[in-house]
Structure formats: C-alpha cells, structure tokens
C-alpha cells in the first residue's frame, strides 16, 4: 500500500537540561536541527516536514533557511519538560492532516535520508498487518537486570555473543503511525508494531555533552570521504 500523503514531524523545545541550547547549537558547521531538516527534506516519501518548537532561534533559522519547512509553535501547556512526547504528537496531529505520520528528533543528526526512505517502504509493504513502526539497534550482548540475572542468556552456558538471540532497544531514531492508532493507543506504538533496524552509527542520539562530541566528531569524518 502506498499512503498517499506523508507528513514528518520534529519536536524541538527551546530549553535542554542536560546539554543547553543542543537544538540550534552549532555542530560541524550547522546548527543540530538543520542536520535531521535536510535529512527530512531529501526523502522522496515524505510530502510535509513540520517543526513542533518553542524556540525562537529555530523559529527564525527555519524561515530563513528552510521556507518549505511548516512550524508549529507549541502551546505553552505542553512545553514543561515532563510532557509526554505522545500529548505532543496528539497536538500537532490534530492540526496536520495525512494518511501515515513519521516523527524522529532533532537529537538524530546521523540518520539518513535512505535509511527512512527504506523504513516508510517496509512498512507500506507489512501494513496493515502491521499498526506501527519504530527504529531499534540490535544487540548480541550478555545482559543482566540490576539484581544480576541474566536476561537474555544461560551463564552456564557460554555461547559466543554472535550466537546468542538478539534484543532489540528502542533508540528513538524514527516512528511511523498513523493519527487513528495515536488516538486509540494514546501512543505511537501501536499492538502490532514493526522493529526496525537502524545502522549503529545513525542512531547516535545526543542527550549528554559526550554524545554531543561523538556526533561532531562523526559528522566531520563523513564531510571529509
């Protein structure tokens, strides 16, 4: 099934608590949020790219730069810090009409715009067995819970990690659902949702000031080849 229209979303509060201004700091000669905009823009799938936002150097950086780019300014009700991503969506959605809605973060410099062209199209082909699709990294690792236990794996049994099952981590790089499911499920998840896999490297998220310099670091490694 091909949607017929697309619409992405990005949230971007103003504030940050852990590392000040990330969303419009400069990292390897742009501001962070240009970086996922113009992955955004570059997927043929994708027919709308929003901004959800409260900020007024993102406001600005958005009309200057990226004209085609709609903002949203967030209602001061739902720009406390604990508001939940999905109250968000449920807001913006409301406002912006399409069949399938994609949303990723600003935090997500590295995704690639093949990689979410790649994630609309696995899931057009699975829909509607599958509701939902949300990006993962796989991991082939020995975990334990905080008391010591082993979560995946038999420590009496020491296979190699490479033949051990694979877990899979919600890293937050993209979801796909539509606005019918949101409503239903007051989530973006839905019962029925497709795991996707994100290259380790693209789903480099920035929440502390070390993953900050992880991704410059990397983003200036990919202008130099």
């Excluded at 038999?154 to 979801?175: A, C, F, I, W």
Aim: charged content about 25%.
């Amino acid at each position: 099934m091909n949607f017929k229209k697309i619409a992405a979303f990005v949230p971007m509060r103003h504030e940050s608590m852990r590392v000040p201004g990330k969303n419009y700091r400069q990292i390897a000669g742009k501001p962070l949020y240009a970086w996922i905009i113009e992955t955004l823009l570059a997927v043929p799938e994708i027919d709308e790219v929003m901004v959800d936002t409260d900020s007024e150097p993102i406001l600005e950086g958005l009309a200057k730069y990226y004209p085609n780019v709609k903002a949203i300014l967030r209602p001061e009700a739902l720009r406390a810090d604990t508001t939940p991503m999905n109250e968000i969506l449920l807001h913006d959605t409301a406002l912006i009409q399409a069949d399938l809605y994609l949303q990723t973060h600003s935090t997500n410099p590295l995704l690639k715009s093949n990689t979410v062209s790649s994630a609309i199209q696995a899931f057009e082909r699975a829909w509607p067995g599958k509701d939902s699709l949300f990006g993962v990294t796989r991991w082939q690792t020995r975990l334990y819970d905080a008391e010591g236990k082993a979560i995946n794996h038999n420590p009496k049994e020491l296979l190699r990690t490479q033949d051990l099952p694979p877990v899979y981590e919600e890293n937050s790089t993209l979801y796909l659902f539509t606005r019918e499911n949101l409503v239903k499920y007051h989530h973006r998840i839905g019962e029925r949702p497709l795991l996707f896999e994100v290259p380790a490297l693209e789903a480099v998220d920035i929440d502390e000031e070390t993953d900050f310099v992880i991704a410059e670091s990397l983003l200036e490694h990919e202008k130099k080849h």
